[in-house]
């Protein structure tokens, strides 16, 4: 015995091991990995535009918006921040709120994007709120200074946001 074996002499065992492991190098190498960590790619601000249909967001609601991600360490984490602080948006208006992102978020990492409604009653005689989104755009700042439109949605309304009912809308990437 020489100690040589020809590939057919290979066990099914070694085999097995060597395809998986060729297959989780092609995995971790793959070209949406690199992209979701590429310094071109991670977003540093993001610009969120609304127009409100015709139910008004009235004073003392609030819209927060929240961005869920993973971190290069394979974390799901989330950033969120409120849209209009309280603040009334008229019927048929549009608002825009740009904010500063945490470090560490790239593109090809982002999960999803949230508005979560809290129905505000500025007086005792007020009753709950209902706000209609008709439409709802996201524009990612990336570090190579480059605009990329993340979200781009629109209907009549794109969400109707009730007092005690459909207080949340979200969208995955």
């Known amino acids: 015995m020489t100690g040589i074996r020809s590939l057919g002499a290979v066990s099914r065992r070694a085999f097995a091991t060597l395809v998986a492991t060729l297959a989780l190098a092609v995995v971790t190498l793959s070209p949406g990995d690199a992209f979701a960590i590429d ?27 929240s961005l869920r991600y993973t971190n290069t360490s394979g974390n799901q984490l989330v950033t969120s921040f409120n849209l209009n602080n309280g603040a009334s948006w008229p ?30 009653q500025p007086d005792i005689f007020s009753t709950g709120d209902n706000w209609n989104m008709n439409a709802i755009t996201v524009t990612a700042r990336m570090a190579d200074g480059s605009n990329v439109i993340i979200i781009s949605q629109a209907g009549s309304p794109l969400h109707r946001f009730q007092s005690d009912t459909n207080t949340r809308w979200v969208t995955a990437f």
């Not at 991670?42 to 610009?47: A, P």
């Not at 019927?91 to 508005?115: C, E, M, R, W």
Request: hydrophobic residues 40%; without cysteine; proline residues 2%.
């Open 39 to 65: 310094d071109a790619h991670r977003i540093t601000q993001l610009t969120v535009t609304i127009v409100t249909g015709g139910d008004d967001l009235r004073t003392a609601s609030n819209a927060v918006a």
């Open 91 to 120: 019927n048929y208006s549009t608002k825009t709120v740009t904010f500063a992102t945490p470090a560490g978020i790239y593109q090809g990492l982002l999960l999803d994007f949230a508005i979560q409604f809290t129905s505000g």
